[in-house]
C-alpha cells in the first residue's frame, strides 16, 4: 500500500513540474537599450553654465580625476557625464587657479 502510494506522489509530482512550460530565451523579444532621455545634459563648468551632448553609448572614458570632478565634489555637487568625457557639475563650481 506504500510503494502505491509513493508511485502516485511521484507521478502527481513530475506532471505538476512540467505543467508549466519553459520560456525560451529564442522565444522572448529581444530587450532594447534604454534611450536617453535628452539628447542634451545641462550643468556647469569652470566658464559657467553650459548645455552638452549626452555621452554616447559605450563611450569609454580614463578613471582620471579631472578638476571639474574635483570641484564639484568640493562644491557638494553632483558630477555629470557629457560627450567626449567632458564633466559638468550639478551646482556652479570655480577653480582654484594654479
Known amino acids: 500500500m506504500t510503494s502505491i502510494f509513493l508511485i502516485t506522489a511521484y507521478l502527481t509530482l513530475a506532471a505538476a513540474s512540467c505543467a508549466t512550460a519553459a520560456k525560451s530565451p529564442a522565444t522572448e523579444p529581444p530587450k532594447e537599450t534604454p534611450k536617453p532621455v535628452s539628447d542634451n545634459v545641462n550643468g556647469y563648468d569652470f566658464a559657467g553654465p553650459q548645455t552638452l551632448?549626452?555621452?554616447?553609448?559605450?563611450?569609454?572614458?580614463?578613471?582620471?580625476?579631472?578638476?571639474?570632478?574635483?570641484?564639484?565634489?568640493?562644491?557638494?555637487?553632483?558630477?555629470?557625464?557629457?560627450?567626449?568625457?567632458?564633466?559638468?557639475?550639478?551646482?556652479?563650481?570655480?577653480?582654484?587657479?594654479?
Open 53 to 98: 551632448a549626452a555621452p554616447k553609448p559605450g563611450m569609454i572614458c580614463t578613471m582620471e580625476l579631472k578638476p571639474e570632478q574635483a570641484a564639484c565634489h568640493e562644491a557638494g555637487g553632483k558630477a555629470i557625464k557629457a560627450d567626449k568625457c567632458r564633466i559638468l557639475c550639478s551646482v556652479p563650481i570655480k577653480n582654484k587657479g594654479p
